[in-house]
């Protein structure tokens, strides 16, 4: 199956110049954890996270309402193509430590998918599940 099959095509971005404050609000409203960043033409400058914005932006006591989300976000993010496999996805997410992967496509985003689309779809059992323990054991060791 490849991540195309899988991957949420509605994704909820945010343009690197508009606030870390904005990027809270819209994790919130749209209950997702990260917010892909790009620019108007869709080309994937990198990804904000929840965590992104207390690590870097509320506990360095910056005005969320000020930063920039080009400020806090993390750089060089690990993407898969809509037509990778999916097992090369979980394989990435595990590698790197991730839920989800953005999916880019001619340089443009074009999707996300998460480890629970994976695990939803019920023929990834054994991946998603490998994933989601390599992911955990790493974050309880650290």
Known sequence: MQVK????????????????????????????????????????RGVVTDRDIVLRCVAAEEDPAQTPVRDIMTRG?????????????????????????????G??????????????SGRFDMEAAQALCEISENIIVR
């Open 5 to 44: 099959d899988l991957m949420n095509p509605s994704v909820v971005t945010i343009e690197p110049g508009s606030s870390a404050a904005l990027a809270a609000r819209l994790i919130s409203r749209h209950n997702v954890g990260s917010l892909p960043v790009c620019g108007d033409d869709r080309r994937l």
């Open 77 to 105: 993010c690990t993407t898969v193509s809509p037509q990778d496999d999916c097992r090369e996805a979980t394989r990435l997410m595990s590698l790197h430590q991730v839920r989800r992967l953005p999916v880019v496509e």
């Open 107 to 120: 340089g443009k985003l074009v999707g996300v998918i998460s480890l629970a689309d994976v695990a939803r």
